[in-house]
């Protein structure tokens, strides 16, 4: 085996055990979550969804892609690569839907970076890839920062310490970001900063109106901080597609609130069904951009193999 082959089977080797210690992660928290309140707050995130809620989660949803797209646009025109809006739009679209499918809820937003299809032009000088890469990392940065500073702010009140955390990471992430968002203008900085926000907004309604739906004993009042510190938890990069410590956050913050834990559960689970829902437009983008690459790479195999034999 040579070293090129060598250095394939390690990465590969890296990327399953990395994937099977997300699914674990996930697994165990279930697990954790079924040992204390059973499989009710599971079964109640099906039974309790109504049909209607499905439109509002792809409407919502789509919000959130849009913004998404257009704060990936501003950013990546300052790093020499232009892109247009139904393009970017597709590719965080399936994103969107990778990440709600694949461990670590980053494999889609790696894809979208590395993607060399022609619909995005790219200056030369210096790494492409790299470039695309900074400008993906700096736009995800920005709405960790936004979705950790609406949870800190809600606990500040419920338990400062985890608050003054909570700020701490969002802090981080602007400061890690920072590096690739120096060549936008002041202007740009606003821009990304409101389409970060306005993105949140959307998926921070979405998990309030679930609370509505299936736990309405909860208070509206209660409905957008509870969200806020759910939503950061799915923000945290472990788990499969944002399982797992979404449903533990949400389950500690209906604790801290003074709401039952299970209720936390159950909401943030029928969240995660809406919001998979909401990406499926994604799944279809996916099928379309890879088909036909899969067709002729095919095609180029046949030909190989047939003069091969000749």
Same mark, same amino acid.
């Given at each position: 085996?040579? &070293? ?30 079924? $040992?204390?309140?059973?499989? @009710? ?27 998404q797209a ?31 499918? &694949?461990?670590?809820?980053? /494999? ?15 200056? /030369? ?20 920062a936004v ?10 009140? &419920? ?5 003054? /955390?909570? +700020? ?12 690739? +968002? ?6 740009? &900085?606003?821009?990304?900063?409101? +389409? ?18 299936? @736990? ?31 449903? $533990? ?25 809406? $919001? ?14 890879? +088909? ?11 030909r190989r ?6």
């Open positions: 085996m040579s &070293l090129d082959q060598r250095s394939q089977t390690a990465r590969r080797g890296h990327t399953f055990l990395f994937a099977g210690l997300q699914v674990a992660i996930t697994l165990g928290i279930f697990g954790f979550l079924a $040992a204390q309140w059973g499989m @009710t707050p599971f079964m109640d995130a099906f039974r309790l969804l109504p049909v209607w809620i499905f439109p509002a989660a792809a409407l919502l949803g789509g919000i959130g892609v849009l913004t257009l704060r990936w646009r501003v950013i990546a025109r300052h790093h020499r690569i232009s892109i247009g809006v139904g393009p970017a739009i597709a590719r965080c679209w399936q994103a969107a839907f990778l990440n709600g499918v &694949l461990p670590g809820g980053l /494999a889609g937003d790696a894809l979208r970076a590395a993607d060399d299809s022609s619909d995005a032009e790219v200056e /030369a000088g210096g790494s492409a890839l790299r470039r695309a890469f900074a400008a993906m990392a700096a736009e995800r940065l920005m709405g960790t979705a950790f500073i609406a949870a800190g702010l809600t606990l500040l009140v &419920l338990a400062p310490l985890a608050g003054l /955390a909570s +700020l701490g990471v969002a802090t981080a992430a602007v400061v890690v970001a920072w590096r690739w +968002l120096k060549p936008l203008s002041r202007g740009d &900085l606003i821009q990304v900063v409101l +389409l970060s926000a306005t993105g949140w907004a959307a998926f921070a309604a979405l998990f309030a109106l679930t609370i509505l739906v299936v @736990t309405p004993t909860i208070p509206l009042a209660w409905a957008p901080g509870l969200a806020a510190v759910a939503i950061a938890g799915m923000s945290v990069p472990l788990g499969f597609g944002g399982w797992g410590p979404r449903e $533990a956050a949400a389950a500690w913050a209906f604790s801290l609130a003074g709401f039952a834990p299970h209720l936390g559960v159950t909401a943030s689970i029928s969240y995660g069904l809406l $919001a998979l829902a909401s990406t499926l437009p994604g799944a279809i983008i996916l099928a379309l951009r890879v +088909l036909p690459r899969l067709e002729r790479a095919r095609r180029v195999r046949d193999e047939g003069r091969g034999s000749a």
